[in-house]
């Protein structure tokens, strides 16, 4: 567990479609846990989160949601963007 | 020019090695999705759609059942209904649910050429005349072609309501993204100068020359195989599955060799649909598409209008970038908008930015991944815009980007910062090319245009095993469109140290190898090359342990050097055993040597390309030629040296179709006319000069050799490249894609 | 139906086939005959995968009905090497990498081969026009044009040497 809440920053459409806001704070000791939080708040969040989502941990993409977020500041939660 | 800091020599990255599926090619004897054939196989047929948009009433398929030697007709009644569908999506960001509508339609048609009913016969032509005697019903709905009739408040709905639509109201917006930061109408308002303009253009076919098809054979037991390719075997396996909604392991899909696919294979037309045949028929059904069929009914990339505002102080320093686009998504939700907003503007440091997209549902085939989706649109927009403000601020137009070029550090649009681009160093490339100080001639000249695509790592594995004789094979999950057999045993090659040809490659089907993404996304030479180094490298380790024991010495006194183990301390120093001798013993020595690696590849790179475009403008006629033609890309490293150089090669010469040539042409009653390759004009050998390459190389520091992606930013930067240099042969600006003869001829002569 | 039953030289075998009387070349070489190196990339002409040589001139299968080459010769992709031994133009397709994804390949091949069997020294321009039919994709054409013209000169210095 974080020593401080995480920062989450939440891009569009998801800031709009689940959460009405764009910044939120939150505990979570991993990326799998961090989605289940989010989707306490923003109902639905987490069904969409594989197929959609993008998370990016103090700047970073990270496809690895098991990793621990000690020491971690910052999640940004933005759109995955489809390739050819 | 970007000297590293340690000079790395390597024993084979970089070099151009014959593709080890090369000799199967050049004879003919490689087998393509078109070529398989089953024993006992039946001929199917599909009947699509004459209407662009249409209740279908009824089916009556009586008169195609009774015809002799039919076996099974289907129709979208066949296949599981949507309450079923929704416990088994598949991956990615298509809802299984329009997939499976899209393969055979439902209730409703929504484009012309979408699929309403199949049958298999025991010949190709029995079959056509079967599907010519189902008959249907239907009642005609209006249609809507055009991004801004499809949003007007009257028009009809394609879905209703549209889904992930913003309003309230029902609406064809099927997805809208927007990105940005800071005040972009103050920036606006207080900049030296602005540029704006709207930028449009009709959707382009990827124009892969291989037609779809494939082989199902789905037995009682419910264990089914299908021969078919595509960019990934494992996504048509896990989109068939859950379109039919059967256990993906029930389905063993092998790859045939796939003839092109640029994003359009990275779906299922077919496969669920010849299942249901051979279910019904009780044996393997072959489907397959007509070249009319590909055009009207698979994905092309989508047509845009683009509304771009750039601002820059006096002395070119951009200060505000807004780009608004509207992309046809076609007859169900598509993807490209998310990226087009991404590689939009990021390739600029701007300290106030809006860029926002919309997805607009209308009666044309569903928009699929076309080679950097989404990316060449809005590139050709703000790239014309750059090219629009360096004429205005009286610049230098490579000058004024070098001057805005972002760097490592620099926030993308996203606001996450670039991590190891080569931007800068493609601008300074290009600028000491003596092709940007090269001479013109009459009724030429030079364009130039820079852009970027993201790229993707994700999933990927790899097997590679050791022969009792020490020869080396290494088995992926991807499909190998442009030479990737050849770069991953180049990048095994190099980890064992062994002569080239000591490697094999094969492309594995989904039963044989565990799974992998498509080959799409500029990520197999990436994510698929990172597996199969750190199998390679499991392997030296293996290799060198049975060397340890075979002496009795301590694993760690064994080190794998120039293809052999060799112990490097103790009594047993300087012993060497070669992999034939290791492996030639090994059954006696722990048993066979083989080593898989499984991984979610990360730490990709995006990959930025910077083209110079010589044309020579024809001003009787309206004709473009390209005269000369360099693209300099980062490519991080490459590995097999000819297919990056190739990969580039092909990307330009789409772009140049897609700049000059290439539209859909729909008229008024909703109906392709121009579904072949004489109305759809590619280019050929004659509209093309040589295409100089630059291969930059600013090592991935993530990846072992350094490796970014490669194949999609070649079509980013060209349709601006051969606008600019329109605009710099004839003082005129296009604005409106393709640069055809007749538009062209209108700009020069006023008739526009 | 009625059937028609045709007797032709395919790759210098003499073959006999049954097909029907709208079935094109093509039709029977890949369904029929099993030469699937020859590709269907449009059917109607445009796209060149298809090329093969009837009585030595380089025609597109898919535009020839089967019926037509009832007395005569049919040269395809699987017969331009001997045995194992490739002819030079595949050799420097390989050695080019003058192919990505290799379905346009045979047809680009018989093509360049029939273009250097006429012409042994064409120039760039000649080797772009006469292979103007053939749609590839994959490659921009520049390793392609590269193969041919590198081919043509082999074939140049195997005359001389002979």
Redesign the interface.
């Known amino acids: 567990m974080s020593a401080s809440p995480l920062r989450i920053v939440i891009m569009p459409p998801f800031d709009k479609e689940f959460f009405g806001a764009e910044r939120l704070s939150l505990d979570a000791g991993n990326l799998f846990e961090l989605i289940e939080k989010l989707d306490a708040q923003g109902p639905g969040f987490a069904k969409i989160a594989r197929a959609r989502v993008h998370l990016a941990v103090d700047g970073v993409l990270e496809t690895d949601w098991t990793r621990p977020l000690a020491d971690v500041r910052e999640v940004i939660v933005l759109p995955r963007v489809g390739g050819g | 020019m970007n000297a590293p800091e340690k000079i790395e020599t390597f024993r084979h990255i970089g070099t151009r090695p014959v593709r080890p599926d090369g000799v199967d090619k050049v004879t003919g004897k490689a087998l393509y999705g078109t070529d398989f054939k089953a024993p006992g196989m039946l001929w199917g047929a599909i009947l699509r759609s004459p209407h662009p948009h249409a209740r279908i009433l009824s089916i009556d398929t009586r008169a195609a059942e009774k015809l002799a030697g039919v076996k099974a007709v289907a129709t979208g009644k066949d296949l599981p209904t949507l309450e079923s569908l929704v416990m088994h999506v598949g991956e990615g960001a298509s809802d299984i649910v329009d997939i499976s509508h899209n393969c055979l339609a439902f209730d409703k048609v929504l484009y012309e050429g979408h699929p309403v009913a199949a049958v298999a016969a025991i010949t190709p032509e029995l079959a056509r005349e079967a599907a010519a005697l189902i008959s249907v019903e239907y009642e005609v709905l209006p249609h809507v072609l055009g991004l801004e009739e499809a949003l007007a408040d009257d028009a009809p709905l394609i879905r209703e309501p549209a889904k992930g639509g913003t309003g309230e109201t029902p609406s064809n917006v099927a997805m809208d993204v927007t990105m940005g930061r800071g005040e972009v109408e103050a920036a606006l308002s207080g900049a030296a100068v602005v540029v704006e303009g709207r930028y449009t253009m009709e959707p382009v076919h990827q124009g892969y020359i291989e037609p779809h098809a494939c082989v199902a054979s789905w037995n009682g037991d419910g264990q089914a195989q299908i021969w078919c390719s595509s960019q990934g075997h494992f996504m048509v396996r896990s989109l068939t599955a859950s379109v039919l909604a059967i256990p993906q392991s029930d389905i063993r899909v092998t790859p045939l060799e796939i003839g092109g696919g640029f994003g359009g294979k990275t779906t299922v037309y077919l496969e669920p649909v010849a299942m249901i045949l051979s279910r019904k028929s009780g044996r393997p059904v072959r489907l397959g598409m007509s070249r009319e069929d590909v055009f009207r009914a698979t994905g092309p990339a989508p047509g845009a209008i683009i509304d771009v505002r750039l601002g820059a102080d006096a002395d070119g320093t951009l200060v505000a970038a807004e780009v608004t686009f509207k992309y046809h998504s076609g007859a169900f939700a598509a993807n490209d908008a998310g990226a087009g907003v991404s590689s939009a503007i990021g390739h600029y440091r701007i300290a106030n930015t809006r860029v926002s997209g919309i997805e607009v549902l209308c009666n044309r085939p569903a928009a699929k991944a076309y080679r950097a989706p989404g990316a060449p649109q809005v590139n050709f927009a703000v790239e014309s815009a750059m090219d629009e403000l360096a004429i205005r601020l009286g610049m230098d137009p490579l000058e004024l980007r070098m001057k805005n070029a972002a760097r490592p550090g620099d926030l993308q649009t996203s606001g996450l910062p670039w991590g190891e681009i080569g931007w800068m160093q493609c601008l300074e490339a290009a600028k000491a090319h003596p092709h940007w100080s090269a001479p013109l001639g009459p009724n030429q000249g030079r364009g130039i245009a820079g852009g970027y695509w993201g790229n993707y790592g994700g999933p990927s594995t790899v097997n590679l095993s050791v022969a009792e004789d020490g020869t080396f094979t290494v088995a992926t999950g991807s499909p190998d469109i442009g030479g990737s057999r050849a770069s991953m045993a180049i990048m095994a090659a190099e980890v064992l140290e062994v002569p080239y040809e000591q490697v094999r490659c094969v492309v594995a089907d989904t039963s044989s190898i565990g799974l992998s993404f498509v080959t799409g996304g500029s990520r197999t030479t990436f994510a698929t090359g990172m597996a199969t180094v750190e199998a390679a490298r499991e392997v030296k380790r293996l290799l060198c342990e049975r060397a340890a024991r075979t002496w009795q010495v301590p694993a760690q006194h064994v080190e794998w050097r120039d293809g052999h183990a060799v112990c490097t301390s103790g009594e047993r120093q300087g012993s060497k055993m070669s992999a034939a001798q290791v492996a030639g013993s090994s059954l006696h020595s722990g048993g066979p040597v083989t080593a898989t690696s499984a991984l979610s590849a990360q730490g990709w790179l995006p990959g930025f390309g910077f083209h110079i475009c010589d044309v020579e403008v024809d001003q009787e006629t309206g004709h473009v030629s390209i005269v000369r033609y360099t693209a300099v890309q980062d490519v991080g490293r490459a590995i097999h040296a000819d297919y990056v150089e190739g990969q580039i090669q092909g990307g330009v010469a789409q772009g140049i179709g897609w700049a000059l040539n290439e539209t859909y042409i729909y008229n008024k009653d909703g109906k392709l006319e121009n579904p072949g390759f004489l109305d759809y004009r590619m280019p050929v050998a004659s509209d093309m000069p040589m295409i100089d390459t630059v291969m930059v190389e600013v090592p991935n520091p993530v990846h072992p050799y350094g490796v970014k992606g490669v194949g999609e930013v070649p079509i980013v930067p060209p349709l601006a490249a051969v606008a600019n240099a329109v605009r710099a042969a004839t003082g005129k600006r296009m604005r409106s894609l393709p640069m055809s003869p007749d538009k062209v001829h209108a700009a020069l002569h006023g008739e526009g | 139906m009625n059937r028609i039953h045709v007797n032709s030289t395919i790759n210098g075998d003499v073959t006999e086939f049954l097909c ?1 009387p709208g079935a094109s070349l093509l039709d029977v070489l ?2 029929t005959l099993h ?10 002409g ?2 060149g ?1 298809c090329t093969v040589e009837l009585d030595g001139e380089m025609v597109c299968s898919c535009l020839v009905l089967a019926a037509e080459a009832e007395g005569r010769t049919v040269a ?3 017969g ?2 001997e045995g194992s031994v ?1 002819h030079p133009v ?1 050799q420097k ?5 003058a ?8 047809g680009f ?1 018989v093509a360049a081969k029939s273009l250097l069997d006429r012409n042994p020294n064409p120039t ?2 000649e ?3 006469w ?16 193969a041919v013209m590198d081919a043509a000169a082999e074939l140049r210095q195997e005359r001389t040497a002979a």
Do not use: W
């Open positions: 029907d890949r369904d030469l699937t190196g020859s590709k269907e990339g449009c059917g109607s445009d796209c995968a395809t992709i699987e331009v090497a490739l595949q397709f390989l050695e080019h990498a192919l990505q994804c290799g379905f346009c390949t045979p091949i760039e321009t080797v772009r026009y292979l103007a039919g053939n749609l590839c994709r994959c490659t921009g054409y520049d390793k392609i044009v590269r």
